[in-house]
Each structure stands twice: as C-alpha cells, then as structure tokens.
T-cell receptor, first 113, second 113 residues
Framework: NAGVTQTPKFQVLKTGQSMTLQCAQD?????MSWYRQDPGMGLRLIHY???????DQGEVPNGYNVSRSTTEDFPLRLLSAAPSQTSVYFC????????????FGPGTRLTVT | GQNIDQPTEMTATEGAIVQINCTYQ??????LFWYQQHAGEAPTFLSY????GLEEKGRFSSFLSRSKGYSYLLLKELQMKDSASYLC??????????????FGGGTRVLVKP
C-alpha cells in the first residue's frame, strides 16, 4: 500500500490564482480530511468527508472547496489564492470508528505571493 | 467547540523523563490522541485514550482524566530522536461516523545531550 499520497509537495502561487491539491489513499478508508498547519497554530481542520459523495466544513473552510466522487480521492481546491493561505497542507484518512488513528500524507507546502 | 492547551516548548536531557500536559475544554468528547511530528514531516500516531487511566506503550505513556479535562504524555529514557513536536488532539462527537479531530498548538520538545 502507498498509504496517503499528496501532490504537489511544493507550490508557489500568485495572489488570485486557483489550483487543486491532490490527495489519494489506497486503504479503502471512509473518512478523509484536510488540515492546514501554520507556525504555532497546530493543525486546523478545513474540510472533511465521511464517505464518497459526503463532505462537510471544518474550522477554517473559507476560500476552499472539496469534493469526494470516489472513496480514494479527496482534492482540495483553492478558488482564488491569498497570502493568508500560505501554509503546509496535510491530508489524512482513517477507517470510520472510534479507535482508529488518522494516517497523514506527507504534506504540500504552499506559498502565495 | 473545543479549546486545547499545551505548553509551547520543553527542554530535557537525554536519558531523562519529560511530561507534556494537555488540557481541554470541549462541548463533546470522544477520545484523545497524541501525535509526534518531526520538523518538516507529517504527524504520526503515538497513543489513544478514551477511558480514564494510563496507557503504556514502550517508552511512551499517556494518561487521561475526563473529569478534569486533562491528559499527559510521558516520554521516558529520552533519546535524541525524540526531539520533535507533540500534538494533543481531541475527537469530537459527530452525528455521522467519522474521526473529526481538534488539535492543540503542539509542544516542541528539545532533547539535549
């Protein structure tokens, strides 16, 4: 198993550009989520999905869209990039259930100038 | 909502013991996780507590008191490779099955020779 994969690893955008961060998992996990991590802020939940076709907002959803058309993929779209979205983005997945930990992808380091 | 507090930074000597405290105030609680994160890498799972008491796993132990909204992670026989950030995360009660987590800001532990 490849686990959770994310592309790209690094990205530089200009203000106003749009792009999609890709996330895929091959473990047949129902639950997937996107976090951003800023210095000193820990991880903050952007959007999550409890299964294909079902998504919901997390703590900081503004400026981001998600969709979940398959169990494997959970892309995160930045609609119009802003410098405040400069961050490290982590995708995570887990089987549904109480005692399962989240498996994190390697992260995407995004800079918006 | 959730509010999770942990110290920003701690320093300890190789071979010693360090205890990282985490306090939380939540509208719902369904388990507490500890993750380790080395600089530039993704978080990796360390421990999970849902009932009061101590969970031991090798050199790492985690304790939970639900009535006090308190947990700690104990690292024994510290090694240089334990220098990392340690993230406390609380699982919320959600209507649908899932694993929605709220993270604290993380505690950076520096192990000195």
């Amino acid at each position: 198993n490849a686990g959770v994969t994310q592309t790209p690893k690094f990205q530089v955008l200009k203000t106003g550009q749009s792009m999609t961060l890709q996330c895929a998992q091959d473990m047949n996990h129902e639950y997937m989520s996107w976090y951003r991590q800023d210095p000193g802020m820990g991880l903050r939940l952007i959007h999550y999905s409890v299964g294909a076709g079902i998504t919901d907002q997390g703590e900081v959803p503004n400026g981001y869209n998600v969709s979940r058309s398959t169990t494997e993929d959970f892309p995160l779209r930045l609609l119009s990039a802003a410098p405040s979205q400069t961050s490290v983005y982590f995708c995570a997945s887990t089987p549904s259930g109480q005692a399962y930990e989240q498996y994190f992808g390697p992260g995407t380091r995004l800079t918006v100038t | 909502g959730q509010n999770i507090d942990q110290p920003t930074e701690m320093t300890a000597t190789e071979g010693a013991i360090v205890q990282i405290n985490c306090t939380y105030q939540t509208s719902g609680f369904n388990g507490l996780f500890w993750y380790q994160q080395h600089a530039g890498e993704a978080p990796t799972f360390l421990s999970y507590n849902v009932l009061d008491g101590l969970e031991e796993k090798g050199r790492f132990s985690s304790f939970l008191s639900r009535s006090k909204g308190y947990s700690y992670l104990l690292l024994k026989e510290l090694q240089m490779k334990d220098s990392a950030s340690y993230l406390c995360a609380v699982r919320d009660r959600v209507k649908a099955a899932g694993n929605k987590l709220t993270f604290g800001g993380g505690t950076r532990v520096l192990v000195k020779p």
